[in-house]
């Protein structure tokens, strides 16, 4: 799938994409590279970075790849200071990072709670504050995107520290969509459904018939790609989202509103 934007739409913006590595991460930082944007890719698996970086490349862009655990400030706070050193400064951060598993409550360790928390609510919060600090100083201001996910205000059994977290990072990105406007930052959280990535397939669903279900189960019939995700992403990164503030943009083909029933109204038999 191609960009939305028109060519160019990023050009001279320097982004930090956290996750960057697979997945999203990955197709955001294509995306935007492909835009004119200058790439840093952050995730903990240099070698994931590293192809994301050659990719980018292959296509004429410049990229960095940082490997970074966001739970640990130092390194975060190196993140913001290499990127400074190669680009100059930081226009776009994208809090993609995440760590997630099914699991049943009552069996979560303390261990499990505290690494998935770390990574999404705390990770979230330590690149948001070093970026943020960057781009005060700079005076030109920023744009900051959270992803998310819909079952922060749906719920989701087996995946409560999940969504716990991302419930609080979704009240993270409102609150300071306000606090930091009078800087020119913008805060925005997108909020994707099940997207086809091996992560999703292989970790979370398992691939096969719930991979199956789950897609039919959506009202569009499918799962979602990530090029769709990347899209939605630049355009709220860009001057065209220049009046977006503290939103949530849901990209999930409609399946939280379904809430099971799409399947009774098919099987029901025509009208005599």
């Known amino acids: 799938m191609s960009s939305m934007l028109p ?12 996750g960057g590595g697979t997945g999203i991460g990955k197709a955001i930082a294509l995306n935007f590279a492909k835009l004119g944007a200058k790439i840093v890719v952050a995730s903990r698996k ?4 590293e192809a994301t970086v050659a990719a980018i490349e292959a296509q004429g862009g410049e990229a960095l790849a ?11 706070q190196n993140m913001v200071e290499r990127t400074k050193e190669r680009f100059g400064k930081i226009d776009i ?37 070093t970026v943020a600090k960057e781009m005060i100083a700079q005076g030109s201001g920023g ?22 977290a991302k419930a609080g990072v979704l009240s993270m990105t409102q609150s300071l969509a306000v606090e930091w406007s009078k800087y020119k930052i913008r805060v925005n959280a997108i909020a994707p459904g099940p997207v086809a990535t091996e992560n999703t397939t292989r970790q979370l669903f398992g691939g096969g018939n719930l991979f199956e279900r789950i897609a039919s189960e ?10 769709e995700i990347s899209n939605a992403t630049a355009y709220l990164v860009s001057d065209y989202a220049a ?7 849901t990209i999930d083909g409609g399946q939280w509103l379904n809430k099971g029933y799409l399947q009774y109204f098919n099987d029901l038999p025509p009208k005599p």
Not at 8 to 14: F, K, M, P
Not at 218 to 227: L, M, S, T, Y
Not at 243 to 249: F, K, P, V
């Open 46 to 49: 240099l070698e994931n970075l």
């Open 143 to 164: 744009k900051i995107v959270n992803v998310i996910a819909t079952y922060v205000w749906t719920g989701a059994p087996g995946t409560v520290p999940s969504a716990a």
């Open 93 to 129: 951060l994208i809090n993609n990072a995440a760590g997630n598993f099914v699991a049943r409550s009552e069996e979560l360790s303390v261990n499990a709670w505290n690494a998935v928390v770390g990574i999404v609510l705390n990770g979230t919060w330590f690149c948001t504050q």
């Open 218 to 227: 959506n009202p569009v019939g499918r799962f979602g790609e990530v090029d």
């Open 243 to 249: 009046y977006i503030n503290g939103a949530c943009l």
């Open 7 to 18: 060519e160019g739409a990023l050009q001279n913006q320097v982004a930090i994409i956290t």
């Open 66 to 76: 940082l490997a970074t655990d966001v739970r640990d400030m130092a390194q975060v």
